[in-house]
Structures are given as C-alpha cells and as structure tokens.
C-alpha cells in the first residue's frame, strides 16, 4: 500500500521523462506509488511542439487537456487518421492499439493529463532516442 507521501503527488515532486517535444512527469504508476491497474501522468508540450504518430498495443489511453490549444490525431476504426482542434477541458480516448499524435499548435504552452490502462506503455519511452530523465524540482 502506498505510503500518503505517494498518494498526493504534483509533477514537480517527480523525475520527468524529458523528449526534444517535451515532458511527462509520471505521477501515478507501479514504479512510482505502486498503482497497478493504470498508469497517469502530465504532460507539457511547448508552443509548437508534440509527440509523433505513435500507438500502445494492449493499452487504451485517456488525454485531458488541462490549458493550451492544439490538434490531436486519433485513427478510425479503419486506420484512417481523425483530427480535431482541442482545448482545456477536452477528453480524447485513444482505444487499445491506436495510432494517435499530438500537436501544440497555440500561442502558450499545452498541459495534458494522460492515463494509460493498462500501466506499461510509459516503460517504453524510455528506449527512445531522445530520452533524458528530468530530476524531481527541475
């Protein structure tokens, strides 16, 4: 069971997966509090930037988007890419296996909370080549 210390987590009291597009501070997770259902996290995206056309085979995710405006890319049942202009307080689920991006395409920068069911795909990010871990406070 996960002590109080690792139930009420903000993104600076953890290390951060850090990318040339931006961060995800991984706030919910087995290796973080011992959640073993999902996986959570923050992610800031700049102006301008976002993550590639990627997928999670096994996993469905859930986006939030907290403040920012953006484009955000979902395949359709047929694997044609859907597109659609986002902002705070919209919900995007990405099913099990579906190719999905983000962009930032605003003025400011773009904040999204990301849940992952169920948790492992975060584990793979860091094989990526532009992968650097961010200490907690930074």
């Keep these: 069971m996960p002590t109080p210390d690792k139930m009420f987590l903000y993104p600076k009291d953890v290390s ?8 995800l501070s991984l706030t919910v997770g087995p ?3 011992g959640a073993n259902q999902f996986s959570a996290g923050v992610v ?3 102006q301008g930037q ?9 996993s469905e995710e859930i986006i939030f988007v907290i403040s920012g405006n953006g484009q955000q890319m979902v395949e ?5 890419p859907v597109t659609r202009d986002v902002g705070p307080g919209c ?10 991006s983000t962009l930032n395409t ?3 920068p773009m904040q999204l909370f990301v849940v992952y069911s169920p948790a492992g ?3 793979g990010l860091r094989d990526l080549p532009d992968f650097r871990l961010i200490p907690a406070g930074s």
Excluded: Q
């Design 106 to 108: 605003g003025s400011t």
């Design 16 to 23: 951060a997966f850090g990318f040339d597009w931006g961060k």
């Design 76 to 80: 359709d049942d047929d694997g044609n």
């Design 44 to 46: 800031d995206l700049p």
């Design 50 to 58: 976002g993550h590639s056309r990627h997928n999670h085979p096994g």
């Design 121 to 123: 795909p975060e584990k």
């Design 31 to 33: 290796e973080v509090n």
């Design 91 to 100: 919900t995007i689920f990405v099913p099990d296996s579906r190719f999905h």
